[in-house]
């Protein structure tokens, strides 16, 4: 995936569910924290899945959010996001972007879907 966008529709004044997952199988412990929770790094724990696989659903408000990984207290990228931005600590955080339900609502339209 080349960039995060939330694809869920939020009811009008809603926070769209936003899936994280991270495959990291040797993990203990996984959370994920940024700038939609002043970067906490006490509050987002993921579960662990089938094959290691850890994930997490956290309501985003619409906008742009950036994010890491901290697995076993050691920062990390997603692997599955491009997106994103320097941060002051000589790394990258990751961008997540999460649509406005009336963008959503015109994407969805039947005369913007391409020809099959």
């Not at 940024?34 to 309501?59: L, V």
Request: aromatic share 6%.
């Amino acid at each position: 995936m080349a960039n995060r966008t939330a694809s869920l529709k939020p009811k009008s004044g809603r926070k769209a569910g936003v899936t994280f997952a991270l495959t990291a199988p040797s993990a203990n412990a996984v959370l994920v924290t940024g700038t939609f929770c002043d970067w906490e790094t006490q509050s987002h724990a993921m579960k662990r899945g089938h094959q290691g696989t850890w994930t997490a659903t956290i309501p985003l408000a619409p906008g742009r959010h950036e994010y890491r990984f901290l697995v076993d207290g050691a920062w990390r990228d997603d692997p599955n996001c491009l997106d994103r931005v320097a941060n002051p600590f000589g790394s990258e955080n990751c961008v997540v972007h999460v649509l406005r339900q009336e963008i959503q609502a015109v994407r969805a339209a039947p005369e913007c879907a391409e020809p099959v």
